[in-house]
């Protein structure tokens, strides 16, 4: 019984390294010189440099501190809108009870299954008519209009598990709705919060396609869209330098999965949310 | 109940503005867009179902998205959701240190999307690249896997199967569901582990399996951000990575043919809309709820 269960250990164990490898492969080659990364499997660098790491960040016309300021007020910001605007939908939703209430509950669940692309090009047009193309605007403001039917969904699953008497024993000491949401179903719903603010961080921190389209200027890049112009000039044997920024680019995600890993996976198996 | 109708639509405001602008308006002038010309410079010009017709009839790189596209769903979901089902059911046995477990095979999930891993792959598959390496290890001279129309699409699936850490969770959350007694009743009637699998794990798991093959399913006709980095930004070699979302980006914002984006865009619509209707009509043969029972 006792070998078995190492048996079992070691298995999983290999099938771990398997899954990692390629991601390891990728760090230790972020500090391997560009002459060994493919004539080195090993997972220890056999040759140690740090050279790719500088390199890297200034390998651009603009260094990587300016993509990261950019990726940052991205981030930040389109935390900070989807967490308010999608509570406000939520605790509609959840708590309060008005005419369409199933009508409009209806659509924004639809709103779960539509591709994006429809919505895509006249979305386009209409942030280039009102001038926020190379912008971060068409990035930030859907944020703030509750367009992520999945926080919504997902809020809305926490806030009717709390208990509804909070809400009548305050309704009748004359509390408004407006003071029960902020004193009594905000300070509740911290961890509900906190998982829509991590996946809300990953989506937007990861997003490619937005700033594809939306920002022109190298100034305004992200950094996604700074470590793609490493693909384009790529022939040129950038290996180490792009590996490099690859890893510093995973780094904030990995720190958050580390640290908030309960939430994260217990988010995923709740609602579905996609990692 | 009482009814508190200005205070909710208060709170539904900005959803209802959002709803409005970046949702249903779209909706409506993108069906519109489909119908003409239109550059952004100048005015849309009506063409009627001209985008439509010339996308079925004449467009061969649409019929070549279109397959590349329905051949890495029809590999990629199945394999994907197969290997999350299995090692699902293999850390589900009581394993001591699951959560590190989970964690680790649910990282290249988290990772999946980003810029960075498609980077990573474009290396790996590299013809100097890792795999090619390993290969040779074993006397194998590797193919130059990316430049490659018959390998390419290949080095795509395998990165979807990599990354099988999302379905997994949900399954795994599925399986907790499954009451213990059943497989104890079931084993002292002497049913085998494999009979208890067909007999209560995967009838008791359908509806968890129904869940992740619409979100499986919808997200790879989805799938953009990789293929992207790994096709160096327009589906080469020969097009074999020319996914549809590939497709309608180069039509849409290389071209600047915005009607016919759009026109690619509500095909794209209607095919999920007809994958997640066989989904769900079909669900009720094989997907039994408990509260129906």
Redesign the interface.
């Known amino acids: 019984m006792k070998q078995n269960?190492l048996l079992?250990?070691l298995y999983?164990a290999i099938?771990?390294l398997v899954?990692?490898y390629?991601?390891l492969?990728?760090l230790s080659s972020s500090f391997k010189p560009e002459s060994i990364i493919?004539?080195d499997?090993s997972l220890w660098p056999s040759q140690f440099t740090f050279e790719n790491y500088p390199n890297g960040w200034q390998a651009l016309r603009i260094d990587f501190s300016i993509f990261y300021k950019n990726s940052a007020i991205v981030a930040v910001f389109s935390v900070i809108g989807n967490l308010?605007?999608c509570a406000?939908?939520a605790?509609?939703f959840a708590r309060?009870?008005?005419?369409f209430?199933r009508f409009?509950f209806a659509?924004?669940m639809m709103?779960l299954?539509?591709?994006?692309?429809?919505?895509?090009?006249?979305?386009?047009?209409?942030f280039?008519k009102l001038g926020w193309v190379n912008t971060y605007y068409p990035l930030i403001v859907?944020k703030?209009?509750?367009?992520e039917a999945f926080f919504?969904f997902l809020m809305v699953q926490f806030f009717k598990q709390l208990p509804r008497e909070l809400d009548e024993s305050a309704m009748m000491d004359g509390c408004?709705?407006?003071r029960i949401?902020f004193k009594i179903i905000v300070p509740l719903s911290i961890p509900a919060f906190g998982t829509a603010a991590i996946f809300s961080f990953?989506w937007t921190w990861?997003d490619?396609?937005g700033p594809?389209?939306y920002l022109n200027d190298i100034e305004k890049y992200t950094v996604?869209?700074a470590?793609?112009a490493?693909?384009?000039a790529?022939d040129l044997s950038f290996?180490g330098e792009?590996?490099a920024m690859?890893?510093l680019?995973?780094i904030p995600?990995?720190i958050f999965?580390i640290i908030f890993?309960r939430f994260?996976?217990h988010g995923?198996?709740?609602s579905?949310?996609?990692? | 109940?009482?009814?508190?109708?200005f205070?909710?639509?208060i709170?539904?405001?900005?959803?209802?503005?959002?709803?409005f602008?970046?949702?249903i308006?779209?909706?409506v002038?993108?069906f519109y867009?489909s119908l003409t010309e239109y550059d952004?410079v100048s005015d849309p010009y009506f063409i009627g179902f001209e985008n439509y017709e010339y996308m079925f009839v004449d467009d061969y790189r649409f019929w070549e998205a279109l397959k590349v596209t329905f051949f890495f769903v029809a590999v990629g979901v199945p394999f994907k959701l197969g290997f999350a089902l299995a090692?699902a059911l293999?850390l589900n046995q009581g394993?001591?240190?699951l959560?590190l477990?989970?964690?680790?095979?649910?990282?290249?999930?988290?990772?999946?999307?980003?810029?960075?891993?498609?980077?990573?792959?474009?290396?790996?598959f590299?013809t100097?690249?890792?795999v090619n390496?390993?290969l040779a290890f074993l006397g194998i001279s590797g193919p130059s896997w990316l430049s490659d129309p018959d390998t390419s699409i290949y080095t795509v699936i395998l990165l979807t199967i990599?990354?099988f850490?999302?379905p997994m969770?949900?399954f795994?959350?599925g399986l907790r569901q499954i009451p213990h007694d059943l497989y104890e009743a079931s084993s002292i009637d002497g049913a085998s582990k494999f009979r208890q699998f067909w007999k209560i794990t995967l009838p008791l798991l359908a509806p968890v399996i129904f869940?992740?093959l619409v979100?499986q399913t919808?997200?790879a006709?989805?799938t953009?951000?990789n293929v992207?980095?790994i096709s160096?930004?327009n589906g080469s070699p020969v097009d074999s990575l020319l996914f549809y979302?590939l497709y309608?980006?180069q039509q849409?914002?290389e071209f600047f043919r915005?009607g016919y984006?759009?026109a690619?865009?509500?095909v794209?619509?209607i095919i999920?809309s007809i994958f997640?209707a066989i989904y769900f009509y079909t669900s009720k043969y094989w997907v039994y709820y408990e509260s129906e029972k």
């Open positions: 269960r079992k250990h999983l099938a771990s899954m990692l390629p991601l492969w990728m493919f004539n499997l308010i605007s406000f939908t605790y509609a309060l009870e008005f005419n209430k409009w659509l924004m709103t299954m539509l591709p994006y692309h429809v919505v895509l090009i006249p979305q386009y047009i209409l280039l859907p703030f209009l509750a367009q919504i408004s709705v407006f949401f990953y990861e490619f396609f594809l389209i996604p869209l470590l793609r490493f693909v384009s790529e290996y792009s590996f690859s890893i680019s995973l995600v990995f999965f890993q994260i996976i995923i198996a709740m579905g949310i996609k990692g | 109940m009482k009814k508190e109708n205070a909710a639509y709170f539904l405001l900005p959803w209802l503005v959002g709803f602008l970046l949702t308006q779209p909706i002038s993108s867009l952004t090692i293999w394993v001591q240190g959560s477990y989970r964690a680790v095979f649910y990282l290249p999930s988290l990772l999946g999307s980003s810029v960075a891993v498609g980077i990573l792959w474009r290396q790996v590299h100097d690249g890792l390496y390993l990599w990354q850490g999302s969770l949900i795994l959350a869940f992740n979100l919808i997200d006709f989805k953009f951000n992207f980095i160096g930004g979302t309608l980006y849409g914002f915005m984006a759009s690619l865009a509500w794209l619509l999920i997640t």
